[in-house]
């Protein structure tokens, strides 16, 4: 399909940019709708109820009904809120989801922009979601939400450096910063889950990605019993969808990532790359589905505490481990 | 295994594998509940069945053999009812009596069972009808021919019976009959 539209639009590269952009855009509107259905099926499963049945088959089409409800509904602004930053917030954690999504690889060839420091491009940009939680919360004036951005900021940055430091781990062993590179150097040598200092990294990564996304047992930022769902109470409507959009298409690139760094990305025997990537990232997507439904909400303090007293030292040595491993 | 709680022991690596060994069963635990049947019962399209002592819709018992309702109108049930649901115009007098209306209003209903209690002639019961909710408030209002078992046709039958009774009665002993209205009223 791609090789048969491609040649064309390849004449006018600021059309092709365009094209790619449209494309990526939507696919990180859309592919939160199927992530979200998945989450529901799989709650109501774990729960001994049925999930969403309804709208469509097996209920595959409730999560558009909800957009749709989502794109129609009032777009109400808090009385004491920073407008412009309320304003603006919802599309910086989109932005910065969709940029994400520009330098992963799906498939050979299937990658928006090849980007030789892409593992790097992905960390930087990554952290604009901090920034918008932070002004979400923050420019709500609403103490709830507050709360919620600070904890987030918290959070997230504590884990972003185990996380980082994992990320590294494979980058050392694998000698690139380019996904693509990354996932060709384990079509070649195996993936590279199976080396022990990147077993490790992987762990520590699942782990930090559970906190990075908001999911439990880190859901403190958006804790809906305790901060009535953290720093996006005040949003609705759009602005709103935006952000939920926003996280579960980080939740599908967070675990795409980790099938790119750890599981081969699109490397797999007899079905086609593009499924392999697919089946890789759902199956990671339900076992976060699935811790998420087992253990209970941490405390912040437990949370930071186990970041920083155990994952950062335990990831840094991991880092030396790989390196004196993997560097060639 | 030994559980680390205290933070005066606090080890981070201890704490953080007796954290994995308990996610791993917490794990195990919602793994099995995965697949375990589901208990949901997709109500419009599936239904529970009704206990046997559920406190639905009222009805009024026909009495195939007596070709009539139980109901002999005494209005115990309509004294017992604490919100005043139950009102009645009852039909003749003495053993013979009966009810020709029978109106329940079901919106001041709590469905406490009182009436049903009252009644000693097995005339007034609780069916398994539970879908009672509606847009209207009059749809609320039930009448007789909506309570009898067997309907309108139960209900004119029942009107019959009672006053072929009271004239064969009437017939039987017209002093007796005029007597015992007078003292009632007296």
Not at chain 1, 72 to 89: C, H, N, Q, S
Not at chain 1, 179 to 199: A, D, F, R, S
Not at chain 1, 313 to 327: E, T
Request: hydrophobic share 50%; charged share 15%.
């Amino acid at each position: 399909m791609i090789g048969a539209v491609a040649p064309f639009f390849q004449q006018y590269p600021l059309l092709w940019t365009f094209v790619k952009a449209v494309v990526l855009a939507s696919f990180t509107l859309v592919i939160p709708l199927a992530v979200i259905w998945v989450e529901r099926k799989v709650a109501g499963f774990i729960q001994s109820r049925l999930g969403p049945l309804h709208v469509g088959p097996q209920g595959t089409l409730q999560t558009v009904a909800d957009a749709l409800k989502l794109l129609l509904k009032e777009d109400i602004v808090p009385a004491g809120a920073d407008k412009r930053f309320f304003y603006i917030a919802p599309y910086i954690a989109f932005i910065s989801t969709v940029l994400s999504f520009m330098v992963l690889p799906f498939a050979p060839g299937w990658v928006a922009l090849e980007m030789n420091v892409a593992v790097l491009f992905v960390i930087g940009v990554s952290l604009f979601n901090v920034v918008s939680i932070l002004m979400a919360g923050w420019s709500s004036n609403n103490k709830y939400s507050l709360l919620g951005g600070l904890r987030a900021v918290a959070q997230l940055l504590s884990y972003e450096i185990p996380m980082v430091l994992s990320v590294l781990a494979v980058v050392f062993y694998t000698g690139s910063l380019s996904l693509t590179g990354i996932i060709e150097y384990q079509v070649k040598h195996g993936w590279n889950i199976w080396h022990p200092p990147i077993m490790i990294a992987a762990l520590i990564y699942f782990i930090c990605a559970l906190a990075e996304i908001n999911r439990t047992p880190f859901d403190l930022p958006e804790a809906e019993s305790e901060l009535v769902s953290g720093f996006n109470t005040e949003y609705s409507g759009m602005r709103f969808a935006f952000f939920f959009a926003s996280e579960f298409a980080n939740n599908f690139f967070i675990t795409a990532f980790a099938a790119a760094l750890f599981f081969g990305g699109w490397d797999g025997p007899v079905l086609p790359p593009m499924v392999w990537t697919f089946l890789k990232v759902f199956v990671m997507i339900f076992v976060f589905m699935w811790v998420r439904w087992t253990p209970p909400r941490l405390r912040i303090d437990q949370i930071l505490r186990f970041a920083w007293q155990l994952l950062v030292p335990v990831s840094l040595l991991n880092l030396l481990f790989a390196i004196a491993l993997g560097v060639k | 295994m030994k559980r680390i709680a205290t933070d005066e022991k606090y080890n981070p690596l201890l704490y953080f594998i007796d954290g994995l060994t308990t996610m791993f069963f917490g794990m195990l635990v919602t793994w099995r509940n995965l697949w375990r049947p589901k208990i949901t019962v997709r109500y419009p399209y599936q239904r529970r069945p009704v206990p046997p002592r559920y406190r639905g819709l009222f009805y009024l018992k026909w009495n195939e053999e007596k070709q009539r309702l139980n109901c002999v109108g005494c209005t115990l049930c309509a004294q017992a009812c604490p919100t005043d649901v139950i009102s009645m115009v009852k039909l003749g007098k003495g053993t013979n009596a009966g009810v020709s209306e029978f109106t329940m209003d079901l919106g001041r209903c709590m469905f406490c069972n009182l009436c049903v209690e009252a009644c000693p002639f097995d005339a007034i019961y609780m069916g398994p009808i539970y879908e009672l909710a509606s847009e209207r408030r009059d749809a609320a209002l039930f009448r007789i021919t909506d309570l009898a078992q067997g309907g309108e046709e139960a209900v004119r039958k029942n009107i019959e019976t009672i006053q072929r009774l009271l004239a064969e009665e009437e017939k039987a002993n017209p002093a007796e009959s005029a007597h015992s209205a007078g003292g009632h009223a007296s």
